[in-house]
């Protein structure tokens, strides 16, 4: 049976990639599937604010929130699913526990972007790419606005000209 980590966060990306096992499930692909969702933590600044308990609550809430749309479609499938949370940097925690869990395949879900864009935004994609020991099978989401795949290098156009016009 393949074990497979789907790292899910609510978004419409993630709702896909959930959309692809099932089509998988149909086509006969026995699959046990370990749905995480990771919260990045608090930073110093705000969590000595607040209690453990209370951080842990909001990561608590809002994993579940970001888990429920996944579990639901699977669960009506009869897919085999279990459901996790974790707090830290994304790609690490994505990583470590497709190790931990001796999963055979992480399927993500990501949003279409230039390249350049991607490299600019440090994204969890690629990260995850990188650290990966196993299989990223990656689920290619919407198409991407204009804004987004020309927006970025534009910003950096225009910053570096008003930086060349007040250098002179």
């Known amino acids: 049976?393949?074990?497979?980590?789907?790292?899910?966060?609510?978004?419409?990306?993630?709702?896909r990639t959930v959309q692809?096992?099932?089509?998988?499930?149909?086509?006969?692909?026995?699959?046990?599937?370990?749905?995480l969702n990771v919260q990045s933590p608090f930073p110093r600044y705000i969590s000595r604010f607040l209690s453990r308990?209370?951080?842990?609550?909001?990561?608590?809430?809002?994993g579940a929130e970001a888990l429920r749309r996944a579990i639901t479609p699977l669960e009506a499938?009869?897919?085999p699913c279990r459901h996790h949370s974790e707090i830290g940097d994304k790609a690490t925690a994505i990583t470590?526990?497709?190790?931990?869990?001796?999963?055979?395949?992480?399927?993500?879900?990501t949003s279409r972007k230039s390249s350049f864009s991607r490299f600019l935004g440090d994204s969890v994609t690629n990260q995850v790419m990188e650290l990966a020991e196993v299989p990223?099978?990656?689920?290619?989401g919407e198409q991407a606005t204009k804004l987004e795949k020309f927006g970025i290098p534009a910003c950096l156009g225009l910053g570096l000209t008003i930086w060349y016009l007040a250098d002179e």
């Open 1 to 15: 049976m393949l074990k497979v980590l789907v790292p899910v966060n609510g978004s419409e990306n993630a709702h």
């Open 20 to 35: 692809h096992l099932l089509r998988m499930h149909r086509d006969k692909e026995p699959m046990e599937v370990h749905l």
């Open 53 to 62: 308990d209370q951080i842990v609550s909001h990561h608590l809430e809002r």
């Open 77 to 79: 499938a009869g897919i």
């Open 96 to 109: 470590r526990f497709a190790k931990r869990q001796r999963c055979d395949l992480i399927v993500m879900g």
């Open 136 to 140: 990223v099978k990656i689920i290619p």
